[in-house]
């Protein structure tokens, strides 16, 4: 592997589709260039990072003064320079110099897939650096804007400024309500106390986005306001110190702590008392983040496994001779790539949500669905990236449990996609909130038989007919999950995520073969035996037949 990038034509292909032929042609040269770095220096130092070089916490200096500063490896920040300068974040908020226009979320969130291929861990502050570029552009002032929001959306210009976003405490974890830090006001800022318990980028962060509840504000999430409090500004003043680092299992490239406040200075973004609504918003853009580190890990845990079974030999034959291993093989390689695909739907409709499509509005069903599909893709991608991660050690073997190969520590990165950004419980609640308040399921099915319905071509018209099928049981069953009691319904939120994600996944596998060549076709086969007749016996099975055009020899 020498280049996550022109060694997936999928990407390109999904790439040269959405975006406009000049953006498109500038974006394929950078990314050419970004892709081979992931594959080469990058992966390097990020290899040295998990196992060498993760994030240390110096308390005091020399004089035992207490200073909280975050210790980082030479070759952490030459990737932090390389990867914002590319304008992974600013280009998304400014002009693209040789476009004369700004970027977008797909063009983004195609930087981050590949840097995901080697540096998962890197990737969770730059999702938190693009949060609070967001909530900074949409929400703060404009003094607070053209102080910080350049140092955010650096690409080598100025000096920049990480970003994090402060939200769980001991007390409450997910429930964010029961939220306990303070803010006073003091003229024309506030001061914040109080504990954040898992605060990622920690100390390597220029800002911090911390919820906080100011005087006489109301309980739960109603009374939380949204703070930007500059982080060396306070480090230095004594007014904040990290507790301790956190001893991760896997993605020890980010610095998560635990951190106290003691008046730290800090700026009200927006209106008070909407800082939960606002965090809700980013999110939302963090749970793309999430499902994108997701495929990265993905894709790499399947080349891994595609590589040394292509090498290996084992009782006389090359792995890849062997019917099982061709079978997991194309199985992987079919469900990364439509999974990709579906995402990338996602990220192109976020775009319309967000703003960043100038030649059509986002109408409220569009909001709907983006919400209901990044739910339902946060929650499948995270669970593949742990399955795709066993899979590739399982090809490996006894060698696949060894640290020397990249394998252990992509199931170690891919264990806490599941859990960032909201558990498997917390997105079928969402799915569940989604459902009772919009009639979600109703604006889904239309949207996918509508889909369906523009399907031209026998070869699919069966698949079709099994997927309509498919559409309706789940709504008869979401029809009668709807008469039960509130917390039955929530029993049943995680079966209806797994259910929406494999009509949405299918419909994205035939739209594809519809406008795609043999290998899209292909794809598009395996897939669909795998989700709908996985049960069947096959005489001929897709996932040998198809081998060859899938993975190669």
């Not at 996550?4 to 000049?22: G, H, I, S, V």
């Not at 803010?183 to 962060?205: H, L, M, P, T, W």
């Not at 007014?239 to 003691?262: M, N, Q, T, Y």
Request: glycine share 8%.
């Amino acid at each position: 592997m020498t280049n996550f990038y022109t060694e997936d034509p999928n990407l390109k292909r999904l790439l040269k589709e959405m975006l406009q032929e000049d953006f498109f042609n500038w974006a394929d040269g950078e990314l050419g260039e970004f892709g081979e770095l992931c594959a080469g220096d990058i992966d390097e130092r990020a290899a040295h990072t998990d196992r060498e070089g993760q994030p240390l916490l110096i308390r005091y200096d020399k004089m035992g003064n207490e200073v909280s500063h975050i210790w980082l490896n030479e070759g952490y920040k030459k990737t932090i320079e390389e990867t914002y300068n590319s304008g992974i974040i600013g280009y998304v908020h400014k002009e693209i110099p040789d476009l004369g226009y700004k970027g977008n979320y797909v063009y983004s969130y195609a930087q981050s897939y590949l840097l995901s291929h080697a540096e998962p861990g890197f990737y969770c502050p730059v999702t938190l650096t693009k949060a609070t570029a967001y909530l900074i552009d949409h929400y703060a002032s404009e003094v607070l804007k053209e102080e910080f929001l350049p140092h955010v959306l650096s690409t080598g210009d100025t000096e920049l400024y990480e970003g994090a976003t402060f939200l769980t405490e001991r007390q409450g974890g997910s429930d964010v309500g029961a939220n306990e830090t303070e803010a006073v006001q003091d003229g024309d800022f506030y001061r914040i106390s109080g504990e954040k318990y898992f605060a990622s980028n920690v100390g390597a962060c220029g800002i911090a986005m911390v919820l906080a509840r100011t005087e006489g504000a109301p309980e739960g999430t109603r009374g939380l306001s949204l703070f930007l409090v500059p982080w060396e500004e306070n480090r230095a003043a004594g007014l904040l110190r990290i507790r301790r680092l956190k001893d991760k299992l896997g993605v020890r490239a980010v610095p998560s702590g635990e951190v106290e406040f003691e008046g730290a200075k800090g700026y009200l973004v927006g209106e008070e008392h909407k800082g939960f609504s606002y965090m809700i918003e980013a999110l939302n853009l963090s749970r793309v983040s999430n499902a994108v580190a997701s495929l990265g890990i993905m894709r790499r845990a399947y080349l891994e496994a595609k590589n040394y079974a292509m090498d290996r030999e084992a009782f006389g034959n090359k792995l890849t001779n062997y019917p099982m291993v061709q079978a997991t093989l194309s199985k992987l390689a079919a469900k990364q790539e439509v999974e990709t695909n579906a995402v990338f739907e996602v990220i192109r409709l976020m775009d319309l949500v967000m703003g960043k499509d100038t030649k059509q509005k986002a109408s409220k069903e569009d909001q709907i669905l983006f919400r209901l599909y990044v739910a339902i893709m946060k929650k499948e991608t995270a669970e593949q990236a742990i399955h795709f991660a066993h899979e590739a050690i399982e090809m490996h073997g006894g060698n696949g449990y060894i640290e020397d190969f990249i394998t252990p520590r992509l199931l170690r990165d891919a264990q806490v996609l599941t859990v960032w950004e909201g558990t498997a419980n917390i997105l079928g609640m969402e799915v569940l909130r989604l459902i009772g308040k919009y009639n979600a399921e109703e604006i889904f099915a239309e949207e996918m038989r509508a889909k369906l319905d523009k399907v031209t071509g026998s070869k699919l018209m069966h698949w079709v007919e099994i997927i309509n099928l498919g559409i309706n049981e789940l709504m008869d069953r979401i029809h009668q999950i709807k008469e039960l009691s509130s917390d039955l319904q929530t029993y049943y939120s995680k079966e209806i995520a797994e259910a929406m994600a494999a009509i949405y996944e299918s419909v994205i596998a035939i739209e594809t073969s519809v406008k795609g060549d043999s290998r899209q076709k292909a794809i598009t086969e395996v897939y669909l035996q795998s989700v709908w007749k996985r049960d069947e016996m096959e005489e001929n099975p897709a996932a040998l037949r198809k081998f060859s055009e899938l993975v190669g020899k």
